[in-house]
């Protein structure tokens, strides 16, 4: 395993790039950038088509900098400065645990000082560049296109938020031990949290913008999809623990790599398992037994369910009914997955599954609903007209 990229590339290639990144977290950033890309191109696709038009907004330009401006750009500036030089003066102990040195105090004076001020700078130049003394409020048209990087942002915000709070209530032994701290990690991750609590947010965020949030779930239905499979790759090449139940017959496809039916993920991120003999250093266990790589499964159903939706959305012109098809796949998906997956079993109405399990039962079902509802409000506008 490769708990960060410098480990990684050392791996691959045989060189030493000392870089303060970790696999789990470059893969996740991956998987926002490839959403991103799909999202945008789905939303110029569907205007292109006519499917969505652009909203006016009231847009103020000019006037005087206000003095809470330049306090922002400020306090922005001097906390990446801050943060900044203590990393560059202190390379190695970033590179050995950048999350510590994020989330911790420590930080450089002149640097987050020098930052600030020049983030003023910056905010006033182009302040005197516009040239425009006197305030005005213009009308201008925005397409949904161009609010992508919001909606990325909104998403991935609140998505992680509820991805954390999804995942402490499944662990909460764990949360309770040491709550700031379980917080703090960027560890601990659940996506149905994170897909409902993103949904719920943007939905809000559409109605003010003026967007529609069907045709906007169709066209996020690929992005969603694929940057949760390529987050997935990031949970495998890390070993973060998310890893499936030991294989009870490994040498059943012996030909495959046994990084594809029964790994034991030496080096992994979790420090699960026995130490491996003559290894020196923080990350030196491998797991007993080889386990299922449901992580690696799910990037690979993540890519075929995405190849599908962008194959079935030029034959299916119902708002609405591609997000519902995803929904239906999304579930499927992990339903099965969780067969084979490490996971905390819960009993509820006598039937025990995975919490992941039931609320896979609950976003099929919601797709199946809202498929029914969009197509069935779709006919009967369709009929008045």
Not at 51 to 58: A, D, F, H, L
Not at 243 to 255: A, L, T
Request: with cysteine; aromatic share 12%.
């Amino acid at each position: 395993m490769y708990p960060s990229l410098t480990d990684m590339i050392r791996s691959i290639t045989g060189i030493n790039l000392p870089l303060p990144v970790q696999t789990f977290g470059f893969f996740m950033a991956c998987g926002f950038a490839v959403g991103a890309f799909l999202l945008y191109n789905s939303l110029k696709r569907q205007e292109r088509l006519g499917m969505i038009g652009p909203s006016k907004v009231q847009v103020t330009k000019g006037g005087p900098l206000s003095p809470l401006d330049l306090l922002v750009s400020f306090v922005v500036g001097f906390v990446l400065g801050y943060k900044l030089l203590h990393g560059l003066l202190n390379y190695s102990a970033c590179v050995a645990d950048p999350q510590g040195m994020v989330l911790s105090g420590q930080g450089n004076w002149i640097g987050g000082i020098l930052m600030g001020i020049a983030m003023v700078a910056q905010k006033w130049y182009q302040h005197k560049q516009e040239n425009m003394p006197k305030a005005i409020t213009v009308e201008e048209e925005i397409w949904p296109s161009q609010r992508t990087g919001d909606l990325i942002m909104i998403a991935a915000t609140s998505g992680i938020i509820g991805a954390k709070l999804l995942y402490h209530l499944e662990a909460w032994d764990e949360f309770t031990a040491d709550p700031v701290g379980a917080l703090l990690s960027f560890s601990g991750l659940t996506w149905y949290g994170g897909l409902i609590g993103a949904t719920a947010v943007l939905y809000f965020y559409c109605r003010k913008a003026g967007i529609s949030m069907r045709r906007l779930a169709d066209a996020a239905a690929p992005s969603l999809i694929m940057g949760y499979g390529i987050g997935r790759l990031g949970c495998h090449f890390s070993g973060d623990g998310c890893w499936g139940i030991v294989n009870p017959d490994p040498d059943r496809f012996s030909f495959l790599p046994d990084w594809l039916w029964a790994y034991t993920y030496p080096n992994n991120v979790s420090v699960d398992g026995v130490q491996i003999e003559g290894c020196e250093g923080k990350y030196c266990r491998e797991l007993p037994q080889g386990v299922y790589p449901t992580a690696l499964y799910e990037f690979l159903m993540a890519s075929t369910i995405t190849v599908i939706l962008l194959t079935l959305r030029s034959r299916v012109e119902t708002a609405g009914l591609l997000f519902a098809i995803y929904l239906v796949f999304n579930g499927l998906e992990r339903f099965f997955i969780e067969f084979v997956r490490v996971n905390i079993p819960y009993t509820l109405f006598g039937i025990t599954l995975t919490m992941s399990q039931f609320i896979a039962i609950g976003i099929m079902l919601c797709g199946l609903a809202a498929a029914a509802y969009v197509l069935r409000t779709t006919n009967k506008s369709s009929a008045t007209v």
